[in-house]
Nanobody, 115 residues
Framework: QVQLVESGGGLVQPGGSLRLSCAAS????????MSWYRQAPGKERELVAS????????NYGDSVKGRFTISRDNAANTIYLQMNSLKPEDTAVYYC????????WGKGTLVTVSS
């Protein structure tokens, strides 16, 4: 069975940094692109970043370009999201995402950016 488990969320001050992790299992991890999405209260879910199978190609949502970095470690079946220069508007639940003959989502990890 596919499992996606996010971790690393928490409370951080504006301008601070946080690193999220997503541990994946139950499928051939290195054969699939992966993504991070986020959803703030009262707002629709939006794409944050995506990464190709080997990690050589990445894409970012406009709101996070230059501040966030997605990466992956195929040997560890894990993707990461390094978040720098955090803003209050980054506050959201962050989800790990896989498309593999269907949609798969982690349960999410909450990031709160507040002073």
């Amino acid at each position: 069975q596919v499992q996606l488990v996010e971790s690393g969320g928490g409370l951080v001050q504006p301008g601070g940094s946080l690193r999220l992790s997503c541990a994946a299992s139950g499928f051939a991890f290195s054969s699939y692109a992966m993504s991070w999405y986020r959803q703030a209260p009262g707002k629709e879910r939006e794409l944050v970043a995506s990464i190709s199978t080997g990690g050589g190609s990445t894409n970012y949502g406009d709101s996070v370009k230059g501040r966030f970095t997605i990466s992956r470690d195929n040997a560890a079946n894990t993707i990461y999201l390094q978040m720098n220069s955090l803003k209050p508007e980054d506050t959201a639940v962050y989800y790990c995402y896989l498309w593999r003959r269907g949609h798969y989502w982690g349960k999410g990890t909450l990031v709160t950016v507040s002073s």
